[in-house]
């Protein structure tokens, strides 16, 4: 995944084909492909792409967020990404607790998250349902029977 392929084209035809605002929230997928599907994740790699995302696309970006497989992948080695991106004013998310521990998503709200997605997985934990609880983090969570 790489900022290029966002298209400013497309983002500004949907605001003036049909009056509505339109922002993107790019995602850096560990698992897909990326050089830093293994921790140690080489820091500088998604912290290159998030500066490249600003300097290009800034205007479109409201967020940054992990998704894809967490297995192997802790949010804790994106810290830098998540300080950068609040520093820029962009709006952090994370898969955390699906496939990783519920540990991931104590590590996802100690680096600055805002919303988990998924973290199904704080079941496991009481205390890190009451710090979700406590801190008004949303979950995004797809329903099961």
Do not use: M
Not at 28 to 50: D, F, H, I, N
Not at 85 to 98: I, P, Q, W, Y
Request: aromatic share 4%; with cysteine.
């Amino acid at each position: 995944h790489t900022p290029n392929r966002i298209s400013g084209k497309s983002v500004s035809s949907s605001s003036l084909s049909f009056s509505i605002l339109t922002s993107l929230s790019f995602s850096l997928s560990p698992s897909q492909g990326c050089t830093w599907a293994s921790p140690p994740a080489p820091a500088e790699e998604p912290l290159s792409v998030l500066e490249e995302a600003i300097a290009n696309h800034r205007h479109q970006i409201i967020g940054v967020g992990l998704d894809s497989s967490e297995a192997g992948n802790p949010p804790s080695i994106f810290r830098g990404v998540f300080q950068r991106a609040r520093a820029a004013g962009l709006r952090c998310v994370a898969h955390a607790g699906e496939e990783g521990p519920a540990g991931y998503i104590t590590e996802a709200l100690d680096i600055g998250v805002e919303r988990i997605d998924h973290g199904v997985r704080c079941l496991e934990e009481p205390t890190v349902v009451r710090r979700l609880a406590q801190e008004r983090v949303p979950l995004t969570v797809c329903p099961c029977r």
